[in-house]
């Protein structure tokens, strides 16, 4: 088997608990969470591991962040 390498965008959010919940956009429902940045970091790498193994097993095709488009939108906030 011939190793290729896939980046993915994740998104930490720090919870009012403590930790961090990681989100992987590209893979909806890929969500995992760690006590610390690092393990929050190494457990979406596993997820997102998991996640394409998955869909391989169910011969699906694997998504990619490729052409994606990134922007920050600032609105008024209404408090």
Avoid: Q
Wanted: charged content about 25%; glycine content about 8%.
């Amino acid at each position: 088997m011939i190793m290729t390498y896939r980046n993915y965008r994740i998104l930490l959010r720090k919870e009012p608990e403590g930790g961090f919940t990681v989100t992987v956009p590209t893979l909806p429902g890929c969500i995992t969470f760690g006590e610390t940045i690092d393990e929050a970091i190494d457990m979406a790498k596993e997820a997102i591991e998991i996640y394409i193994e998955h869909l391989l097993e169910k011969g699906e095709e694997v998504p990619t962040d490729g052409g994606l488009l990134e922007y920050t939108i600032t609105i008024d906030a209404f408090a």
